[in-house]
């Protein structure tokens, strides 16, 4: 429930709205926390505190007792404690209120951010995963595993982004809901084109509904086929479910997993120095670690630039490339983006396989031919010393 926050506050979150709505709806998450420090700290809301400060009080000051709120009163990382109080900051620079960034820097100290080194994930972990995955959560990891999106932008895809008469199948990706805020193609596996249309026909499978009449106090049951719209979000259970309340529930499901399998193992790091204490927040793995495996897999191939167009990154040199190039890239990637298509596998194995024996018979086509030249050489080389010989046997007569 959202607290009551006068002034300048509604402004300023309907000014980030305009920009992005899920932005506006954690900025002002954020700001009720610093509503709840203006009346802790100083027995005032939030709007009467910048009031203060826009008379005479130090913002500075004020900002570094918020640091010392948050650390001391939330479990927050290091780089969410500076997320928080930017925001705030640019509230009361929104709010008339100057604050120089030298002396921000200088005046407001924030908590050293750690980077973890992030657990990378082999073929063989994303294959376990997948196997102990239900049909949408399978569909959903897939995806991100053969394609390296976001997951906020695999969610937001709806069934006519998809162009299925493609070769290969291509999803597009509006720019409002991509990170970089550019329209992209992506190029879907063969593997991820067959789990995605399981899933879709799945969700649209006829079921048994039932149905209980508080009038009569009985059951009815009927056989129901719900109506394929080309506007509904893929991966949504319902039409009602929004792209944010689909992401928790898939959160829970994949945590879920990695519990079952023992690899949801969680980073650590210590909110309090004076007690020590041990925080664990954000796990080892996580969903966006298929992007990871998707980049460095692509990139280990030798096709670092692609890789950096492939997962959506702005200003890649490959934004430039022909979409017949794109795809003949692609598909020299394709397999290593394959965890379950065995027969896809296998097929691709024994093309492979007959390449490579191509290759050796020419190999010995060629080296069979180059023994014969040289067999030649030497037999005309005798010849030659042969004929050298008579010759001064001739000049001596």
Known sequence: MRLQIPSYIPSYIQSVECMNHLTAEIYSKRINKFNAFAESEYKASADKLIEII?????????????VHYLKYNHNLSPLSLKQEVVTVKNLLEYSDIEISP??????????????????????????????????????????????????????????????????????????????????????????????????????????????????????????????????????????????????????????????RLHMGQKEEFTVNPTSNKKHHRRRRITLHSFRRFVKSSISDLGYADFSEYFIGHSGSTYYRKTE?????????????????????????????????DNLEQENQRLRHSDQLKEDALATLSDQVMKLMVEVQELKKR
């Open 102 to 259: 030298r002396k921000f820097k200088l005046k407001v100290k924030l908590p050293k951010i750690i980077r973890k080194t992030k657990q990378a994930l082999s073929k063989e972990d994303i294959i376990n995963i997948l196997n102990s995955c239900e049909i949408r959560l399978k569909t959903f990891a897939i995806l991100l595993a053969s394609t390296g999106m976001r997951a906020g932008e695999a969610l937001s895809i709806r069934i006519k982004d998809l162009d299925l008469d493609s070769n290969p199948v291509k999803v597009q990706l509006r720019g409002e809901v991509t990170k970089t805020k550019v329209d992209r193609t992506i190029f879907l596996t063969d593997e991820a084109s067959k789990q995605l249309n399981a899933w879709i026909d799945y969700k649209h499978r006829a079921r048994r509904v039932c149905h209980f009449d508080r009038m009569s106090g009985k059951c009815t049951t009927s056989m129901r086929t719900p109506e394929k719209d080309k506007g509904d979000l893929i991966f949504a259970a319902r039409e009602s479910m929004s792209v944010h309340n689909v992401y928790i529930n898939l959160c829970l499901g994949f945590e879920r997993v990695l519990d």
């Open 324 to 356: 017949k190039e794109k795809i003949q890239l692609f598909r020299k990637i394709e397999p290593h983006l394959t965890f379950l298509d065995y027969p896809t596998l296998e097929r691709k194995g024994a093309d492979v396989e007959a390449k490579v």
């Open 54 to 66: 826009k008379n005479g009080q130090d913002p500075y000051n004020t900002l570094n007792k918020y």
